[in-house]
């Protein structure tokens, strides 16, 4: 089993970054496709961003394109998510967790497991 914890939240003016870490330990081989989505108060859960067992392929939900960037480190068992000119509507918990099929096979929570317990993120204005 692998336990994902993710920090690097906190509170930011609106246009600041912010660089979310998702660490992974337990059982971090066979090497898994990573995602990080975000749930603001009474919403549900959304995609963020994604990236491949190599690292070599990312995907990312429209409105963050261009301003999030996900990486990993497989020799650290960690993935990261650089945000950039954040806005007030990036407010959110935001979450991490392994693409449950060992690749990337699509944007649904569901296709993801292992959940960290999430970091908030507050953006003011």
């Known amino acids: 089993q692998v336990q994902l914890v993710e920090s690097g939240g906190g509170l930011v003016q609106a246009g600041g970054s912010l660089r979310l870490s998702c660490a992974a330990s337990g059982r971090t081989f066979p090497i898994n496709a990573m995602g990080w989505f975000r749930q603001a108060p009474g919403r549900e859960r959304e995609f963020v961003a994604a990236i491949t067992r190599s690292g070599i392929s990312t995907y990312y939900a429209d409105s963050m394109k261009g301003r999030f960037t996900i990486s990993r480190d497989n020799a650290k068992n960690t993935v990261y998510l650089q945000m950039n000119s954040l806005k007030p509507e990036d407010t959110a918990v935001y979450y991490c967790?392994?693409?449950?099929?060992?690749?990337?096979?699509?944007?649904?929570?569901?296709?993801?497991?292992?959940w960290g317990q999430g970091t908030q993120v507050t953006v003011s204005s």
């Open positions: 967790a392994k693409a449950l099929r060992g690749y990337y096979s699509g944007s649904s929570p569901g296709d993801f497991g292992s």
